[in-house]
Structures are given as C-alpha cells and as structure tokens.
C-alpha cells in the first residue's frame, strides 16, 4: 500500500437556510488522506455529515470551500471512478441480477459477451454464484446488498465509497456481509472509504478510524486499528478488540451528546415557529 488515492483537504459544506439570510454547515475544515488500498472508516454521531461527506465524494454535490482529489485530480462530479453502495440497496427492480451489476458495463460500452463474464465473476466473487438469474424481490436483503457491491466493483473504480451500507440489515448477517466485505477487499486490492455510525463496525472493518464530532462535522482524531484478524477467530470478544472500541467510544462520548442536544435545541425551535404562524 503506497501512495495517498484520495486527499481531502480544508473541506467546507454549507446550506443555504430556507426563508433566512444564513447558512447551515454541515461539514467544516475535513482534512484526511486515504492510501491507495487502505480501509478506512468514518465514524460519527447522527447529524455529523457523514452522508453529506460521501456525496461530496460521490460528485454529487461540490464543497463549499476546500477539494477533495482522487490520484491527484480534482473530482468536480460523478465518475465511474468511484464505486458507491448505499443503505438501500438502489437495485433496478426490473434488472435481475446479473442484469443489474452488469448496468456499469453497458455505461463503459463493454461488449455483452464480455459482461456477463464480467458479472459472473463479481456474483462469484461475493458469493452468489447460480443466483444471477434471480430478481431483486426474490433475494433477500443480504444478498440484495451482495449485488449492489458486485456491481459497484465491476466497473473497476479506484475507490469504494460505502454510505452505511449494512445498517438496514439484521445482526447476523451484518456481521457475515462484514467477513464477506473484508475478504473482497483483500482480494481486489480496492481502496475503500467506508461511513458508518457503529463503532463495532469500525473496529473491525477499518485499518484506520476517523472520527467525526458532532455538527459541524470536523476530524476529531484518527485512530490506527492494529488487530489480528486472521489468527483470531472471535476477534470481537478479545481484549485488544475491546481497547481500542473504548478508545474510540470515549473520543465519541461527548459528540453524541452533543449532537442529541443540537437535535433537542433544533425541535424546540421549530415548535415556537410553528406556535407563531
């Protein structure tokens, strides 16, 4: 691993609030690296501007002040250069499966015999072979979460980005979708950027943890993840696991307190407006 693939650096987000001359930001100053082939996580409490950071990532939105470069290069909106999976799967329901991790071929023009091998091997790749055939509603949501990665990878992009991708999802298989991501990610070599709000998630899936503080959204502190995950096999029940999770909850501690009392301060605002229309 060598080389930074995306710098963010001095990023600014603000709204523009409806019927007031002010704005609203939701990020400030965000300044982070990531490697090339690095996994790292944003962590942060609601309402930090995780989900506005990935937009501004994904292209979808433009920073305030401040850039952010993929390989140098200012990213100034979509590109099949960074593959994005998010908290609902955003499967084409008319598409079967293979049919739909194929739908960033067809964008590069990628010849159709060629695709299909291509989604053969990514449905492989994440375990679902024999399933290419089936449609959205007739898989379940893990597995629906499955082909949203194998699509987001068979374009081949320099970044992975991953907004809370296993939150909707039941314990069980977010911890198996979690072994499952860690495996793709050790053996396409793929940089991934991947937000969430749990810090169990982070410790086990990051090389490295960001910590974002409550609105706006800052770098509180970057934490290096040092665990052993091949020779342990209940790496969440060890003690090294157990550290470094207490480490990070007490950098989050008071953002989540203070988050909760933004969000309290914020509906009580809006209740003496409402009382005075």
């Given at each position: 691993?060598?080389?930074?693939?995306?710098?963010?650096?001095?990023?600014?987000?603000?709204?523009?609030?409806?019927?007031?001359?002010?704005?609203?930001?939701?990020l400030?100053?965000?300044?982070?690296?990531?490697?090339?082939?690095?996994?790292?996580?944003?962590?942060?409490?609601?309402?930090?501007?995780?989900?506005?950071?990935?937009?501004?990532?994904?292209?979808?939105?433009?920073?305030?002040?401040?850039?952010?470069?993929?390989?140098?290069?200012?990213?100034?909106?979509?590109?099949?250069?960074?593959?994005?999976?998010?908290?609902?799967?955003?499967?084409?329901?008319?598409?079967?499966a293979?049919?739909?991790?194929?739908?960033?071929?067809?964008?590069k023009?990628?010849?159709?015999?060629?695709?299909?091998?291509?989604?053969?091997?990514?449905?492989?790749?994440?375990?679902?072979?024999?399933?290419?055939?089936?449609?959205?509603?007739?898989?379940?949501?893990?597995?629906?979460?499955?082909v949203?990665?194998?699509?987001?990878?068979?374009?081949?992009?320099?970044?992975l980005?991953?907004?809370?991708?296993?939150?909707?999802?039941?314990?069980?298989?977010?911890?198996?979708?979690?072994?499952?991501?860690?495996?793709?990610?050790?053996?396409?070599?793929?940089?991934?950027?991947?937000?969430?709000?749990?810090?169990?998630?982070?410790?086990?899936?990051?090389?490295?943890?960001?910590?974002?503080?409550?609105?706006?959204?800052?770098?509180k502190?970057?934490?290096?993840i040092?665990?052993d995950?091949?020779?342990?096999?209940?790496?969440?029940?060890?003690?090294?696991?157990?550290?470094?999770?207490?480490?990070?909850?007490?950098?989050?501690?008071?953002?989540v307190?203070?988050?909760?009392?933004?969000?309290?301060?914020?509906?009580a605002?809006?209740?003496?407006?409402?009382?005075?229309?």
């Amino acid at each position: 691993m060598s080389g930074v693939k995306l710098a963010l650096s001095g990023v600014r987000k603000d709204f523009p609030v409806r019927g007031e001359n002010a704005a609203f930001t939701a990020l400030e100053d965000i300044t982070v690296d990531v490697r090339d082939g690095e996994f790292l996580v944003l962590v942060g409490p609601s309402g930090s501007g995780k989900s506005t950071l990935l937009d501004l990532l994904g292209g979808l939105s433009k920073p305030t002040t401040g850039q952010i470069l993929l390989d140098g290069a200012p990213i100034t909106g979509p590109g099949l250069d960074r593959g994005i999976v998010f908290q609902q799967y955003a499967l084409l329901p008319w598409r079967t499966a293979r049919t739909n991790i194929e739908f960033g071929l067809e964008a590069k023009g990628i010849r159709r015999r060629e695709r299909r091998q291509i989604a053969e091997h990514y449905l492989e790749l994440v375990g679902l072979a024999g399933f290419g055939d089936r449609y959205p509603h007739e898989l379940s949501g893990g597995m629906k979460q499955r082909v949203a990665i194998a699509r987001s990878l068979a374009f081949d992009p320099e970044v992975l980005l991953m907004d809370e991708p296993f939150a909707a999802l039941d314990a069980q298989t977010r911890e198996s979708l979690q072994d499952e991501l860690l495996r793709i990610w050790k053996t396409t070599g793929k940089t991934i950027l991947f937000i969430t709000h749990g810090i169990d998630e982070a410790v086990y899936l990051g090389q490295r943890v960001a910590v974002l503080t409550s609105r706006p959204g800052r770098v509180k502190a970057v934490v290096d993840i040092a665990l052993d995950r091949d020779g342990d096999a209940d790496i969440r029940s060890s003690e090294s696991f157990r550290e470094v999770r207490h480490h990070i909850w007490s950098l989050l501690r008071d953002e989540v307190a203070r988050a909760q009392g933004q969000e309290t301060a914020a509906l009580a605002a809006t209740d003496r407006r409402a009382s005075h229309v």
